[in-house]
Nanobody, 112 residues
């Protein structure tokens, strides 16, 4: 049984930082593609960043200079470091494992 537990979301002021975590069980993150997606109210879910089993990352152009996806194989966890956050980054952020399994999501709100 695959479980993905996201954490690290919250309320942050514009310009602030957050680090999201996706702790996986039942699936090995190092040999699967892992991704972070987000969905804002009234919008479609979109890819934020992904990391392949080989460690190759792909980050959306809109956040490429501010967000970074990393992976800790020992902890079987994937992270999304988000810097210089903007109000338009406000969304529910989801972890996707192996292109199949979704986490429950974590809310990120950027507001003053």
């Amino acid at each position: 049984q695959v479980q993905l537990v996201e954490s690290g979301g919250g309320l942050v002021q514009p310009g602030g930082s957050l680090r999201l975590s996706c702790a996986a069980s039942g699936i090995i993150v190092s040999i699967n593609e892992m991704g972070w997606y987000r969905q804002a109210p009234g919008k479609q879910r979109e890819l934020v960043a992904s990391i392949s089993s080989g460690g190759i990352t792909n980050t959306a152009i809109s956040v490429r200079d501010r967000f970074a996806i990393t992976r800790d194989n020992a902890k079987n966890t994937v992270y999304l470091q988000m810097n210089s956050l903007k109000p338009e980054d406000t969304a529910v952020y989801y972890c996707l494992a192996g292109r199949v399994y979704w986490g429950q999501g974590t809310q990120v709100t950027v507001s003053s």
